[in-house]
């Protein structure tokens, strides 16, 4: 088993460095606390890196990353990532988009209840100047009041969710969704932004690209309501700053609460100086539990790569991941994951690789093909197999690939399945997404399961007779294994499987002892 070096450019939570450390597969190297020129000299090994917004991956640093196969920017934003440079070096970028999800969303709460009551205005002038005026600081309900919310993904949606509970009325603009994902909600989807622009509460929600940055200028300021409150907790230029200043200046805009800006830190921006503007210094993932996650996330996302398993949020493989709709990426993710599963359960040369997709993702079944033979060929081929190259080379090694689309799905909203033929049998792994992003497998070969995809899994087919679990306890027990999860799934003809995920490696010896078992009728071991 080679190892893998995994580089970390940046701090992170100890979490994400606890996670790394204890896999037996990977070396970690915390080059957090070096200067950036020193980072460059170490990093030539390196085979994935982790950054974060100190880290300029630009071409001084993809020069020196000569091994480089994969990068995580721990966080959201890539600004400071060449991914062109990535991508033509073959380096996949990955980012983690959904670690600060609710920090966010709780922000953006936040900002708007100080935009309808000027909190931080009332306390300046209460702790600071010590004078006590409260018919000074009237404020406005957000019962009842009109919220406009650009964007509708992760962040977006939950915003609405909790203005909802306000007693707000929210109406969304966001071309990339179907309306259907906001209606189900309660919140009104509108394709003519001009509706957003007649709302007492207008927030953002989006990345920022072309088509966003300066979505909010002078001219939809002007065809706002008169005493609008803006807030902006996502990414710096999405407003315009000077048609915000004018805006808020003349009193159009009675009240903003923003938390990022177009060039930071903003320690002597002109918004500054107004008193009706509510500001923070990029805080929307400053919490606690925020950065465990996103250290959690990208150090998952770091191993994934490590092990070829997949490369989650990828942001410039040949297929966009991030110009599909927001609820399909997982699929292909898990895709990947599952075929590279079976691989490890099928251990053989391989003379077929299917897949069926059900549902609404059945129209993007050719790409998830491609998934599925990087995942499946990654063991036997390692890093030669990629997503341009990945069907060539399975036509080279003669093997059969195909997909089957069903556009409606009786057991689930949407389900992927992917089935391996090799020289010693047929394994078929079936699977879905949950609440957009929570991935499961529910069927191996004919038996129902409900697990997630990750860890260190021992799968053992057993004829189903009293005792079966006990032994395979007893017998790790034995090897000093502990069992984290053990998921059972029962036959129609008196057998049965088992998935036990397990917090240490699985050797050879304790596989061949698992076998000997009287209840075993086969055992592998995999590692996703």
Sequence with gaps: MSVKKIIICDAIHEKGFQFLEKESDVEVINAAALPKDELLKVIADADIAITRSPTAVDSKFLEAAKNLKALVRAGVGVDNVDLDGCSKRGIIAMNVPTANTLAAVELTMAHMLSCARSF????????????WKREKWYGIELYGKKLGVIGFGNIGSRVSVRAKAFGMDVVTYDPYIEPSKATDLGVTYTENFDDILGCDFITIHTPKNKETVGII?????????????????????????????????????????????????ATDHPLLDLENICVTPHLGANTVESQEKIALQAAECALYAARGVSYPNALNLPIKTEDLPQDIVPYMELMQKMAYFAAQVNRAQIKSIRIKTEGEVSQYAKSMLTFAVVGALKDSVGDKINYVNATYVAQEKNIDISFEEIPHSSSYHNKATVTLTTQKGVTTIAGTVFEEVEQRIVNINGFGFDFKPKGKMIVFKNKDVPGAIAGIATLLAKRNINIADFRLGRGKDDDAMAVILVDEAIDKQTLNELNTLDSCLWVSYAIL
Excluded: Q, W
């Design 120 to 131: 931080t205005n009332a306390n300046n002038h209460l702790k600071i100047e010590r004078v």
């Design 217 to 265: 200028s002078h001219d939809e300021v002007a065809k706002m309501k008169d005493g609008v409150r803006l807030i902006n907790c996502a990414r710096g230029s999405l407003y315009d700053e000077t048609a915000l200043y004018d805006g808020l200046k003349s009193g159009k805009i009675a009240f903003a609460g923003i938390d990022v800006f177009s060039y930071e830190p």
